[in-house]
């Protein structure tokens, strides 16, 4: 676990970089598998969103750099999608973004005896967030949530 999370923490800066020179904005970043069988998620998105032709160009522009870059030492599976409806919340532009919907936030440790907090967004600051699940807020530091998405509610 700890050297998916070094190897995340190293590629992060590298995909957003990548995804900013084609006028992208990484949304996120998974990494699945382990050596040999790693799978790179990477989630990118731009105003008036992507399609699967723009997907198609990142992957052919992610797989170039990364074949000149390197950064990755060991076999791999590059995919890349767009955030979809549930699309991951991981800045604060993110999360001010989803403000009064409905989110799913799991977090590292336990805050007040749970994990899992489903609710409304309510407010955003530059350190935590507020969720109301079933009328009681929560505060939750951003780095305490180890993954959160935006819920998408059909009529």
């Known amino acids: 676990m700890v050297a998916r999370f070094d190897l995340y923490e190293r590629l992060l800066p590298f995909f957003e970089r990548s995804l900013a020179d084609l006028g992208y904005e990484l ?3 998974e990494l699945k ?3 040999g069988s790693l799978v790179v998620c990477v989630y990118a998105d731009r ?3 992507v ?7 990142i992957s052919r522009y992610l797989g ?3 074949d000149v870059e390197d950064p ?8 890349v999608s767009s955030p979809g409806l549930n699309r991951p919340l991981r800045t604060v532009s993110h999360f001010r973004s989803a403000l ?3 989110i799913k936030v799991l977090t590292r440790d336990p805050l007040d005896g749970r994990r899992r907090f489903r609710g409304t967004l309510n407010a955003v600051g530059d350190e ?3 969720v109301d699940v079933d009328g009681q807020p929560f505060q939750i530091p951003l780095s305490a949530i180890e993954k959160a998405n935006l819920v998408y509610e059909f009529e």
Do not use: F, N
């Not at 399609?51 to 160009?57: E, H, K, L």
């Not at 990755?72 to 995919?79: D, G, M, P, S, V």
């Open 51 to 57: 399609s699967i032709d723009d997907c198609v160009a």
């Open 47 to 49: 105003e008036g969103g």
């Open 64 to 66: 170039d750099v990364l």
């Open 100 to 102: 009064k919907q409905t």
């Open 72 to 79: 990755i030492k060991h076999a791999y599976r590059l995919e």
């Open 128 to 130: 935590t967030i507020e």
């Open 33 to 35: 598998g382990g050596p």
């Open 27 to 29: 949304v996120e970043l």
